[in-house]
């Protein structure tokens, strides 16, 4: 093959790694249907002469989504809040429309209590109030400048994004229409596969911290998609509106095995560097034969849609697992008592990783199944918590002080173009609703904002001026758009193909009248961009986190759901559910590439397995095979371990010295266990071994996860 032969593809294979655009037939039909949408919207509002027809065109990519659950979703509730805000928008400048500092004031508490309300929702129904709030500010702020054409701005704005949305929502349901539901099904099929082969990397403790790090970050950036496309799914499977609680269980499934899986990766790592004989001789085989069965199931594709047959497979490695785990018990006096416990330990995790699998396939037959779901009412969902309503609060104050700077500042400069900067600053404003860190996304919007504008300069100048006849624009418009499209439905590049494919439409001179005006179109550019950009200088210097709640779920995690689980006050898997429940809430809003944030997630899902290990330390006391020296020292430990637990929330600066005291307490009682001189291979010495590796568990959790012991994570 010649050089130049293997150039391009070589070239090509490049191009794909720095944009990696999805280029699959249903991304490009995706693209295709939306630019097709936008036309439509088009060449509706020129049908009915509305004032501003781009912003028909313009609704169509905000709103463009891969599936017609999304779109239908995304525009219900984009009617629901624009109708909202178009009304409010009238009141407020019919009372106010002479009085600028009332005006501005109504909007910014206008804007304000959306934006509340908006933080304490999620996904869409948090959409809808941010509509709310834009919605009324497009009316109000334009209709302020002339009060007496307020309602034919508020008929022909709503008029225009309505048209946008039913062209949207009939091309993404008529035209290759892909659901929600069976996406959601083809992405949980993908999950558990990753899952599976997720498991056996953890059981191969060759592969690298890092490489193991970077896939369970993939795997929690694929829950937290499917936890998103989960809740439109309600749009348009009923089947999936009915069985929404056992979706929601789905999402606390896969991290409960993140959490199994995490501990048994780094606990065989160490049992490698340790070695242990005859121990490791008998750990091996087992260890390799269940990576092995993990490994097929993650290449299979069929696997996902035989429940029966997964389930089957999992319990087949189960019994084998248990079966290497009552030989080890066997040599309980007759082998070192540390190594036998740490083989013992990573057994009992090893069928915990399968057991979770096999919840996971529980779970898929109790959403996805009607015929077999329970007939049980949904359990309804809890509300949000002080913490989260206090981040609400201040996200929205934060929104009507932003919004009230940038209209002070319009007015003191009289500046003519000042409408458009608070539109780009409101339309930046979305990223800061429930997110932590919204400025990489907003900054990648505002860049492929400006990019857009500028593609837009480029082909009012050179294009338009030679273009004759709606077709001719429209044949244009299809190409044109083709590329924002591919980016829009590429999940990685999904709001800069919307800002590009958006603004490039919105900006191009699409008016009922082709007037090109270089000047304005620039003081308007550079308006909007300006508007954006001071969004995000001052969402960056006056952040809202989720640390209070994040402070929240680790001070009921320690404090008292661990200390319930050393007691017994309740089932560990129930108190192993409400932590995991907890951190999915919080998921969305975790930057991972942040190591403090990753550490709160490593923790919390360590603490969630050290609930299963206090739970059976305390199921084991009613064993009846039990010495009497193993039990008092296992129920005098749970005991003081749950009070040293219950007071880190209030330890303040003592909190390290509290968080050492616990440890010690677990060290010591690991170290006793250990000493206990027992008949070899008798039942009470296996049981003793189960508790030594319960405890060899709690010991690895001050060792890993000590800085989420000490609070340490999230500060930066």
Known sequence: MSTAGTAFPTFWKSVRKAVPVDLGWRNVAFSLRTAAAAVMALAAAYWLELQDPQWAALTVYLLAQPTAGAAVAKGAYRVVGTLGGAAAGLAILGLWSQAPLPLVGSFALWLGLCFTLAAQRRNYAAYSFLLAGYTALLVGLEGAFAPTGAWQIAFDRTAEIIIGIACVTAVSVLVFPVYAGDVLRGQLATLFGRLCHYGAVALQPRTPLATFAALRREMVAGVVTFDALRSYTVFEAPDMRASDEGLRRMTREFLRVLAVARGLYVRLDDFQVEGAGVVADRLRPAMAEVAARLERLAGDPAAFADPRRVRSDLLAARVALNTTRAALEAMAGRVPFVPLADGVLILRRAGDLLHGLSMVMVSEAASLRPARRAARAPLKPAGPSPEQRREAWLAGLRAGLVLALMCGFWAATEWTDGFNA?????????????????????????????????????????????????????????????????????????????????????????????????????????????????????????????????????????????????????????????????????????????????????????????????????????????????????????????????????????????????????????????????????????????????????????????????????EG
Not at 506 to 528: C, H, K, Q, R, Y
Not at 634 to 649: C, M, S
């Open 422 to 714: 608070a539109s780009g600053l409101a339309v930046l404003l979305f990223f800061s609703v429930n997110q932590d860190r919204p400025g990489p996304l907003g900054f990648a919007f505002l860049l492929w904002t400006a990019l857009g504008m500028a593609a837009a300069f480029v082909a009012m100048v050179l294009v338009l001026p030679r273009i004759e006849g709606f077709e001719a624009l429209a044949l244009f418009l299809m190409l044109a758009l083709l590329p924002a499209g591919l980016m829009a439905g590429t999940p990685q590049l999904a709001w800069p193909g919307i800002a590009f494919g958006g603004f490039f439409v919105a900006e191009i001179g699409t008016g009922n009248v082709f007037l090109p005006d270089e000047a304005g179109f620039f003081n308007a550019a550079l308006s909007t961009l300006f508007g954006m950009g001071l969004a995000l200088v001052l969402l960056n210097l006056v952040p809202v986190t989720s640390r209070a709640s994040r402070r929240r779920l680790w001070s009921e995690t320690l404090g008292v759901r661990l200390p319930e689980a050393a007691r017994g006050v309740r089932h560990e898997r129930v108190i192993l559910r409400e932590i995991v429940g907890a951190l999915a809430d919080l998921l969305p809003r975790l930057a991972l590439d942040r190591p403090g944030e990753d550490e709160f997630l490593r923790g919390t899902l360590g603490a969630a397995s050290t609930a299963l290990e206090l739970g059976r330390l305390r199921r084991l006391l009613a064993a009846p095979d039990l010495a009497e020296g193993t039990r008092a020292l296992v129920a005098g430990f749970l005991d003081r371990f749950a009070a040293q637990l219950e007071a880190l929330p209030a330890a303040g600066r003592a909190l390290p010295a509290r968080v050492g005291a616990a440890e010690a307490e677990a060290r010591a009682a690991a170290a006793a266990l250990a000493g206990l001189d027992l008949p070899p291979g008798s039942p009470a010495a296996g049981l003793n071994l189960r508790a030594g590796a319960s405890l060899r568990f709690i010991v690895d959790r001050f060792d890993i996860d000590r800085a989420f012991f000490l609070h340490a994570f999230g």
